[in-house]
DNA sequence: CTCGCTCTTGTACGATCGTACAAGTACGAA
DNA sequence: TTCGTACTTGTACGATCGTACAAGAGCGAG
């Protein structure tokens, strides 16, 4: 009928996937609907089944852009581990970093439950899961770079469940302890 | 009209929530429904109504459900710990016995996420969270004790969204070098 | 026995869901 | 300019949802 804004698909894909992303992490994946994202990105209805035909696509699509961005996150840890004089305050700092948006982590996270029950999302999933231990292996090796990224996952899903802080000194102590071989 | 089955309010109860349960770990506490767990419990849909007046309501049982069997999963963890020579090896074994059973540990998580979103839900999140530590305590000291539940959380977080088996002496390797202060 | 309360069950209502689709609009190709 | 295709939008349909509720059935108290 009417097609009152500019016309850009590429823009209104990247905005519903967004918006999917936005959603998820406010209500979980099991309660994201196609209204919920037309409306978060202020869009019509029939604009979410048109670029993504069924829900699960939509949600794929939002899952897909937070790993996206999780990924430049990833780079950005990288760079600044390159250049810290200490990796294990580093990555304390990042840890405690990170957990000041609290609505990206637990997009992580439902992110991880979503790829324990579907296998279709496993690959997205991995991009976290192996991406840091990636990033830590050239400092410690491929094994304590495991290990300490499941510290890592461990000590934020603590914070997250119990809202509380990290103990900053103990988790870079712990770090230490598990880089040494 | 009926009432075919015994008279038995409290079996029901527990059915119910035991149900809920089964129906959480399946497809998420998102889409967790009243038409579900009824026909998981077999029972008629009035009946989840009756015992639990709303959704949040038959979902909370459930968690509470599933939280009590963690509970006890807790305490056989801290009686195998007692009797063990090693204490890293025991838990390793404990971990991998754990992840034997999926639909259990994705509960377990999904608890997590629910309780990052709702605050009410918390409770029932650190029976888990803060239960671990407290039997690890007496055999690493406090700090130690987090740390090695952390990682022990990370390590099937690992193994649940990857769908891969856990490195078993690299676990217990790992628990060691936690575990030395 | 009978009354009264608890429990049981089937059915129904309004809301919301995923999805389909027709009608209208913009825009590049000819 | 005209036409065809890609995009946009509002509306609608059937399914499923949470919840309410009336009508029956069991059962202990008197």
Redesign the pocket.
């Known amino acids: ?12 894909r990247a905005a519903l996937a967004a918006a999917t992303m936005e959603v998820i992490a406010e209500a979980g994946v099991g ?6 994202v037309a409306a978060k990105a202020d ?16 949600i794929a699509a939002g899952l897909r852009h937070a790993v996206e961005t999780l990924q430049t996150d990833l780079h950005q840890w990288e760079d600044r581990l390159r250049d810290a004089p200490d990796m294990a305050v580093a990555l304390t700092e990042l840890v405690r970093d990170y957990l000041t948006d609290r609505r990206q982590v637990r997009l992580e996270y439902e992110l991880c439950v979503a790829a324990a029950r579907d296998a279709a999302l496993r690959p997205l999933a991995d991009v976290w899961m192996r991406g840091l231990p990636e990033i830590l292996q050239p400092y410690v090796g491929a094994d304590a770079g495991r290990d300490i990224c499941a510290l890592i996952d461990g000590i934020i899903l603590l914070a997250l469940t119990t809202e509380t802080d990290v103990d900053e000194p103990g988790l870079t102590s712990a770090i230490r302890r598990l880089a040494r071989d």
């Open positions: 009928m009417t097609g009152r804004r500019t016309r850009d698909p590429e823009a209104r309660r994201t609907t196609h209204r919920a869009l019509p209805l029939g604009a979410t089944t048109y670029y993504f035909p069924t829900l699960d696509d939509l």
